[in-house]
T-cell receptor
Framework: DAGITQSPRHKVTETGTPVTLRCHQT?????MYWYRQDPGHGLRLIHY???????DKGEVSDGYSVSRSKTEDFLLTLESATSSQTSVYFC????????????????FGEGSRLTVL | GENVEQHPSTLSVQEGDSAVIKCTYS??????FPWYKQELGKRPQLIID?????GEKKDQRIAVTLNKTAKHFSLHITETQPEDSAVYFC???????????FGSGTKLNVKP
């Protein structure tokens, strides 16, 4: 398995509180992603990063912000959590074209289950 | 962004039968066509992929076929087994940007 860990794995919080999820990789891969998974919606892209300090929005970015200050860490922040953000969050990593290990494959973390009451 | 649709959303087959899942996409720049499998409570994992210069790829009981003109690709599973029961996702992508949008998934149930 690719060296990718998410923390926390489970969190229960209240509406209006800030929440930060962390994704840590040991693979030195260039690309990192945050997805949310909800029944009937599959995996929806929230934000992704194509390098340190380089990020872009996905299809469901409202209410979320991200930061990537170093290659190995990609943080997802909910500034003021809402019940609609109750979900399972997956981080993923990928190498980029031109790199020796590039295959196009996404490697996923184990997921973080967030419940907003 | 890419508009991705998967059909069917659920599929139930008898063990030993074949299963086919179709994925349609909108972005003609897509050049990479992977399929992911997610077992219950687990993370998604790549099971097969194909590049735009190839029409078909096979790996034992699974295969992927691509029709770039019609903008769709399909996952084929032959001789299905109970362990094939899972949710399958497609994620057509332009690898010049590596921005992966997933379909909404197909839940495959293989009955023993």
């Amino acid at each position: 398995d690719a060296g990718i860990t998410q923390s926390p794995r489970h969190k229960v919080t209240e509406t209006g509180t800030p929440v930060t999820l962390r994704c840590h990789q040991t693979e030195n891969h260039r690309y990192m992603y945050w997805y949310r998974q909800d029944p009937g919606h599959g995996l929806r892209l929230i934000h992704y990063s194509y390098g340190v300090k380089d990020t872009d929005k996905g299809e469901v970015s409202d209410g979320y912000s991200v930061s990537r200050s170093k290659t190995e860490d990609f943080l997802l922040t909910l500034e003021s959590a809402t019940s609609s953000q109750t979900s399972v969050y997956f981080c993923a990593i990928s190498e980029s074209r031109g790199q020796g290990s590039w295959t196009g494959e996404l490697f996923f973390g184990e997921g973080s289950r967030l419940t907003v009451l | 962004g890419e508009n991705v649709e998967q059909h069917p959303s659920t599929l139930s087959v008898q063990e030993g039968d074949s299963a086919v899942i179709k994925c349609t996409y909108s972005d003609s720049a897509s050049n990479y066509f992977p399929w992911y499998k997610q077992e219950l409570g687990k993370r998604p994992q790549l099971i097969i992929d194909i590049r735009s210069n190839v029409g078909e790829k096979k790996d034992q009981r699974i295969a992927v076929t691509l029709n770039k003109t019609a903008k769709h690709f399909s996952l084929h599973i032959t001789e299905t087994q109970p362990e094939d029961s899972a949710v399958y996702f497609c994620a057509p992508t332009d690898l010049n940007f590596n921005k992966f949008y997933f379909g909404s998934g197909t839940k495959l149930n293989v009955k023993p």
